[in-house]
């Protein structure tokens, strides 16, 4: 069998797409890493917030109720940047994953070529031993008179 020409722009159509479907799983993870850590500042500011009702309520001082103002603001401003960068790796996760359907779109159109060239290359050579058994034939139907 012929070997397929385009085989080595093929190798490369593999090599890019298991690239991207890397890029995919690495971004997926970043953003997975981005959430988890939202939802630890979001507990976080939780329990400030109980603490200071509870303080409200307690004997605490001013400058306490204070510093836990303070602290729940700042785990808000954490929380506003993060998700902010939360919305920053879903982007990436969906451009990435655009990619990677390219990748694979441009590999599956050169394996269907390549698939293509192999069954016209069987049929060709199916067809040429059909010739060669037909000719035996004729040369020993009419060797035989």
Known sequence: ????????????????????????????????????????????????????ESAKAGNFRMEEVLLYQQCICAKQDQLRRLEEKQARAEAAVAEKQQKLVKARQKKRILEKLRQKRSDAEQKNQARQERLMTDEVAILGFGGGK
Do not use: I, P
């Open 1 to 52: 069998m012929k070997s397929f020409k385009l085989q080595s722009l093929l190798d490369y159509r593999k090599r890019l797409s298991d690239q991207a479907n890397q890029a995919v799983v690495v971004a997926m993870e970043h953003k997975n890493a981005v959430a988890e850590a939202r939802r630890q500042v979001e507990k976080e500011r939780q329990r400030l917030c109980l603490e200071l």
